[in-house]
Nanobody, 122 residues
Framework: QVTLVESGGGSVQAGGSLTLSCESS?????MGWFRQAPGKEREGVAH?????????YADSVKGRFTISQDNAKKNKVYLQMNDLKPEDTAMYYC?????????????????WGQGTQVTVSS
């Protein structure tokens, strides 16, 4: 059974910061973050290649969010979120998949975590 365990969600005021973490029970090439707000489709936030550390971000978070890999564990990633906005409020999901590409497509990812809630108040 493959598991991805997220942590770090919470409530913060606009302009604040949060760091999410995700650890996978398997090593996959790509690990990333998606989010889903109530009534909306799941959208990609960021992902990285765990071997070459290439990264790709959604336009809406560029310059504010940073995805990174744990120095000791290639199956653990972080999402540093700065200058949070109310529109960033969503359930954030960690995902892992067999290949990296310069896009954020739900279908490219095989394994998913249960999600961690991020709420940003104005």
């Amino acid at each position: 059974q493959v598991t991805l365990v997220e942590s770090g969600g919470g409530s913060v005021q606009a302009g604040g910061s949060l760091t999410l973490s995700c650890e996978s029970s398997i090593q996959e090439v790509a690990m990333g973050w998606f989010r889903q707000a109530p009534g909306k489709e799941r959208e990609g936030v960021a992902h990285l290649d765990t071997f070459y550390e290439w990264t790709y971000y959604a336009d809406s978070v560029k310059g504010r969010f940073t995805i990174s890999q744990d120095n000791a564990k290639k199956n653990k990633v972080y999402l540093q979120m700065n200058d949070l906005k109310p529109e960033d409020t969503a359930m954030y999901y960690c995902a892992a998949g067999p290949s990296f590409s310069f896009r954020l497509n739900v279908a490219d990812f095989t394994w998913w975590g249960q999600g961690t809630q991020v709420t940003v108040s104005s």
